[in-house]
């Protein structure tokens, strides 16, 4: 790059030196050239300063294109120093662990080192005894021999001794080796199946949703899924059929045969109306559509759809079938989805419906609705309890008064009995207990007579106003009856099959009545 610079230069130099001669020349020539020959030697001039300049020109666009280079040059020279900084790193750890397997191969070498000098050992322990048994005799021979074998097979354990450990972590790391090889065989096999079982599950699900998808096309199908999901949605909320709804309810108008797809009884002559809709053909065929345009018309004409369904159900007028109906009709949309793509396309469907009171609904919505009016129904059955309670309480207390008017005409006669027996022990004491013991002393006799005492305690009166004969009074105060119960009080009277179901009571209590 110096060198182009330097070039630059000379040439910026040599041009100036070359105009400055030029000039020079021009100063100097002869007053008697003629006009041609200057301006030829001018026009030559210029020629050179021309080169001179494109020769400048081109060196600066060789120094441009140097400095690029050069930064390149630097920017490769950066990654190159990431990469050796990288390299280096690696070769470090590389390094650590070569140093560790050469320390572990140098434990071993050296290992294998002291069993190659212990065997060694053994065998000049062994040529030095053989040295020794050919001087001994044969007993001392043996004798040796024995020592012998019996230190070459102690040092022999020893080695082993010293080897097992190695041995040992060999097997172990070999064991371990071998068991994580068939564990990711296992895992593999495990996980080659789990891929096939989900592809076969997806592609029974596309088979299943292809099925039900062409099934909702049919009214027949999508009326049926529409009525079991209303059917359902009743049943969560604890209602009855036939007893707290009816489905398929027909009714003869002066229009015509109506039939709703359900009649919710409120009590008293009350209920309500439901229709099930599931105008979801449109609705399916947007998901289909591959076209954003196409899938757009379809859901619009869904929504143009279901608010043709609200003008149809407020034209059928429910309300005048009966003359406690809800003011309202209910539309029933077995989906969520469904309701929501609706008043996606149409926000102002629910007003647009309630100014022609309908009622959308979907089972969220539904649901607590009809658990609401199986509370009421509760309600209502829990104040009919209380009447029947109340009355029969006040039945109850006006028996009690009875029951108390029979009592205290036995504790009457109780009491006139015990002063008829008081009056008795009386006469018997001052007029035929006296003859008698005079007719005994006559006679000599010492037997005593028996003397029968009189009765001090009388029957306790009633004091209680309810079990009087005229407790009649009392009963409103005991059986009081409830706002509630006035409305639902059972149009016959309680049976004593109803108060008692103990039958030997009732017969005990009907004798005393």
Request: hydrophobic letters at 40%; charged letters at 30%; proline letters at 3%.
């Amino acid at each position: 790059m110096e060198f182009l610079w330097i070039g630059l230069l000379v040439g910026v130099v040599i041009g100036g030196v070359g105009g400055a001669v030029v000039m020079a020349r021009l100063r100097r020539a002869d007053s008697a050239a003629t006009q041609a020959t200057a301006q030829a030697e001018t026009a030559r001039m210029a020629q050179e300063v021309d080169r001179q300049r494109s020769d400048a020109a081109a060196s600066r666009a060789e120094a441009a294109d140097a400095r690029a280079a050069v930064s390149q040059a630097q920017a490769e020279t950066e990654r190159a120093r990431g990469q050796v900084s990288e390299a280096r790193i690696e070769t470090e750890q590389v390094r650590r662990e070569l140093v560790v397997a050469q320390s572990e191969a140098t434990r071993a070498t050296t290992h294998a080192a002291a069993v190659e000098q212990r065997l060694a050992e053994v065998k000049e322990d062994r040529e030095r005894l053989v040295a020794q048994f050919k001087e001994l005799s044969d007993q001392t021979l043996e004798q040796q021999s024995v020592k012998a074998e019996a230190a070459a097979e102690q040092r022999l354990k020893a080695t082993e001794q010293m080897m097992a450990p190695m041995q040992e972590t060999l097997r172990k790391y070999n064991e371990r080796l071998e068991q994580m090889e068939k564990e990711r065989v296992a895992m593999a096999a495990e996980l080659r199946s789990q891929v096939t079982q989900v592809q076969t599950s997806g592609e029974q699900l596309r088979k299943e949703t292809r099925a039900l998808s062409n099934a909702l096309r049919k009214p027949q199908v999508r009326g049926s899924w529409g009525e079991l999901q209303l059917k359902q949605a009743a049943e969560m909320s604890g209602m009855i059929e036939h007893c707290h709804f009816t489905t398929q309810h027909s009714v003869e108008t002066a229009d015509g045969r109506l039939r709703p797809d359900m009649r919710v009884a409120l009590g008293e002559g009350r209920a309500i109306f439901v229709d099930s809709k599931a105008p979801i053909n449109s609705l399916l065929e947007a998901g289909e559509a591959s076209d954003e345009a196409v899938a757009r018309e379809h859901l619009s004409r869904y929504g143009q759809l279901l608010k043709t369904h609200v003008d149809q159900l407020s034209g059928k007028d429910y309300g005048s079938l009966e003359a406690e109906t809800a003011e309202f009709v209910v539309l029933f949309l077995p989906s969520e989805a469904a309701l929501a793509a609706a008043l996606e396309q149409r926000p102002d469907l629910h007003q647009y419906a309630n100014q022609r009171n309908v009622m959308l609904a979907t089972p969220a919505i539904l649901i607590p609705l009809l658990r609401a009016v199986a509370m009421s129904w509760r309600q209502a059955e829990l104040a009919e309890r209380a009447a029947e309670i109340s009355q029969l309480g006040a039945e109850l207390c006006k028996r009690l008064g009875t029951m108390g008017g029979h009592l205290d005409k036995v504790g009457r006669s109780l009491g006139t009995a015990v002063k008829s027996y008081n009056q008795f022990v009386g006469s018997y004491e001052s007029r035929v207990l006296v003859t008698a013991r005079s007719f005994r002393d006559m006679q000599g006799s010492g037997q005593d007579l028996p003397e029968p005492k009189a009765l001090e305690d009388l029957p306790r009166e009633l004091t209680s106003a309810e079990l009087l004969e005229d407790a009649g009074a009392s009963v409103s105060l005991v059986g009081r009856e409830l706002p509630e119960a006035a409305e639902l009080r059972p149009s016959r009277k309680p049976s004593d099959e109803d108060l008692f179901s103990d039958v030997s009571e009732e017969k005990r209590l009907r004798g005393i009545g």
